[in-house]
């Protein structure tokens, strides 16, 4: 057992065989609960003697996934109102060690997911040479739900929180507090591209790894009030902080799930303003999209994964019966003229139905335009594409969504993983992407030339064998969205 020293107390963790020491479940700000609910993040409290860092605390309040999704994307609930916790894995738990230090932001649409799960075990990182830590933050309606009287974007609000937390304590643990990368997928890569314009949180992290998701996603103040008025509506209270304040978690979470699936079905821009496009009635909420500029003062590398959609369309059995007619609309939805587009994307793919020529535009809309968008915003930045094609579900699930989680923490044999991973995922892909990400936090190189707007260089991992810089991939369809938000 091995001792650290927080400001809030001394804390003790484990050390594995191998040489590396976690500390589960730290507190870094006091339950957001009772007279803390929809608040913005309190300290923590003190505590004497030695806390016990062997195990993770709860978990922030959310509904499972629902089925297909919930055997594919790794996530679990711990009960308990101590759910702004933090945990770190260190290979020098010592101050002095002056290590790189990684801290991780999951994913899960802002209303799933924690930072708990063994899918996101920081051992790789720290095996290599970087203190790793991951983190649980607010999410649906406590997090990210406008109320009047109550700070917007709470979730965010923790983020920063813990990032404060780990600038005041992490030299305990043999990290640099000024050598710190922020990294994280889909929710958590979009919280970053919001933090990349918020001053609260200038200053506290050096670089960032945004993984499927950058400055996009958001929704306008106005939308976000007819989405609280709905969730109200739905419970039968008023939109205020006390009325949510006394609705049981047992019913708030099922509402939430609910108002989603609303969102889905009658996607009327109308009634739901952004959250139509974004199918997330629960994410932060800004008066426009902001890119954060060359003087942002954070190293950036972006990227996604080529075939994203698909895991939204394969298990659900989508992919093979969505209709011309949906594609024409949604298409027109994300704002390209159908006539002009589809015919540049059928050229790429002359054999694809209406189904998979969604997944290529809903991709690019939610994914790799606003990655390429960012990294024109920021010069120097790094880019990549994540192009391996998974074997589940006979090969039709591709380079999906989430796929290169597993790769980029080094877990391929984590049970977790598997229904997305199939059969004999490459373990030299994972050192491949896995040793990428530790070189960019470690010397803000992830290993090839950076994007600029002339060759637009992305490096995509495909073969396991031999990751390819190449120049501006489906340069045509990139085209196609100048102009469209």
Request: hydrophobic share 40%; aromatic share 10%; with cysteine.
């Amino acid at each position: 057992m091995t001792v650290c020293r927080t400001r809030q107390g001394e804390v003790r963790g484990r050390t594995s065989p191998d040489g590396v020491t976690s500390f589960l479940g730290i507190p870094y700000a006091a339950p957001p609960f009772g007279a803390r609910r929809f608040r913005e993040p309190a300290p923590p409290e003190p505590w004497p003697g030695v806390r016990e860092a062997t195990s993770h605390g709860p978990t922030a309040p959310h509904a499972p996934y629902a089925p297909p999704f919930d055997a594919l994307i790794p996530d679990q609930a711990v009960p308990g109102e101590d759910c702004l916790n933090l945990s770190v894995w260190t290979p020098a738990p010592a101050p002095g060690a002056g290590l790189p230090v990684m801290v991780w932001l999951h994913g899960g649409a802002f209303t799933h997911g924690s930072g708990s799960v063994s899918a996101y075990d920081g051992t790789a990182f720290a095996r290599d040479g970087v203190v790793c830590v991951t983190l649980n933050y607010r999410l649906g309606a406590d997090g990210f739900l406008r109320l009047p009287g109550r700070p917007d974007n709470r979730g965010l609000l923790d983020q920063i929180a813990a990032l404060r937390w780990v600038r005041d304590n992490i030299a305990s643990f043999g990290g640099d507090p000024d050598r710190v990368t922020l990294f994280g997928e889909s929710a958590g890569a979009m919280s970053i591209g919001a933090l990349l314009t918020t001053g609260a949180a200038r200053g506290l992290f050096r670089r960032a790894i945004l993984q499927s998701g950058a400055c996009h996603h958001f929704l306008r103040p106005a939308s976000a009030e007819r989405i609280a008025a709905r969730l109200a509506e739905k419970l039968g209270v008023e939109a205020t902080p006390k009325a949510f304040e006394h609705v049981p978690l047992e019913e708030l979470l099922p509402a939430q799930a609910e108002l989603r699936a609303e969102v889905g079905a009658d996607p009327d821009p109308a009634r739901w303003g952004e959250a139509v496009l974004n199918m997330m009635p629960f994410e932060p909420v800004l008066p426009g999209l902001a890119l954060p500029g060359p003087d942002c003062g954070v190293d950036l590398l972006i990227g996604g994964n080529r075939e994203e959609y698909r895991l939204f369309l394969v298990p659900t059995e989508r992919l093979h019966v969505f209709p011309e007619s949906s594609l024409r609309a949604m298409t027109a939805a994300y704002g390209l003229d159908p006539d002009a587009a589809l015919p540049v994307y059928r050229a790429a793919r002359p054999d694809a139905g209406p189904g998979e020529l969604l997944d290529a535009v809903a991709t690019d809309w939610f994914y790799r335009i606003p990655a390429v968008r960012l990294a024109e915003s920021v010069p120097g930045s790094y880019l990549y594409e994540f192009a391996w094609r998974s074997p589940a579900f006979d090969g039709a699930l591709g380079a999906c969504h989430a796929l290169e989680l597993p790769f980029v923490f080094d877990r391929l044999h984590d049970p977790a993983y598997a229904a997305m991973l199939g059969a004999g995922p490459p373990q030299a892909l994972a050192d491949a992407v896995h040793g990428a990400w530790v070189s960019f936090a470690t010397t803000g190189s992830p290993g090839w030339k950076a994007y600029d707007t002339e060759t637009r260089t992305t490096m995509t991992f495909g073969d396991a064998a031999a990751p390819t810089p190449v120049a501006d991939p489906r340069a045509r369809e990139r085209l196609l969205w100048e102009g469209v938000r």
